[in-house]
């Protein structure tokens, strides 16, 4: 399995990508294999602020319907378009062309709360 060490990862299976105050975020690779072929993404967030943990969509795929969360806090900036047009970004490329949201983020201090890719890898294996 797929973990970038360059991501920090939350629990429930998001990654973040940090470029200075400006992070993208998506799932991970364990998720999409988790959920299964991607049928369709629902984000109607874009420009709301959002507090770590809160629910920013939604992912529906053949087996089930899943909620997808905020790693950490912040205002969404950008949908990506892309993935919401072609869901299935996600289960070809989760951890590039396959990103979910961008944000600004809130706090810097609530990324040092994530998981780096050996800790996340050990959650992904249960």
Known sequence: MNIPANLKYAETHEWIRVEEQIAYVGIS???VSELGDISFI?????????????MFGAIEAVKTVSDVYMPISGKVLEVNQA????PELLNND???????????????????????????AEIAKH
């Not at 989760?94 to 800790?119: F, P, Q, R, V």
């Open 29 to 31: 690779e364990f998720a």
């Open 42 to 54: 629902d984000i109607d967030t874009e420009g709301e602020d959002l507090d770590k943990g809160e």
């Open 83 to 86: 993935v919401i047009d072609k």
């Open 94 to 120: 989760c951890y590039g062309e396959g990103w979910l949201i961008k944000i600004e983020i809130k706090d810097n201090s609530e990324i040092n709360t994530l998981l780096d890719s050996e800790a996340y």
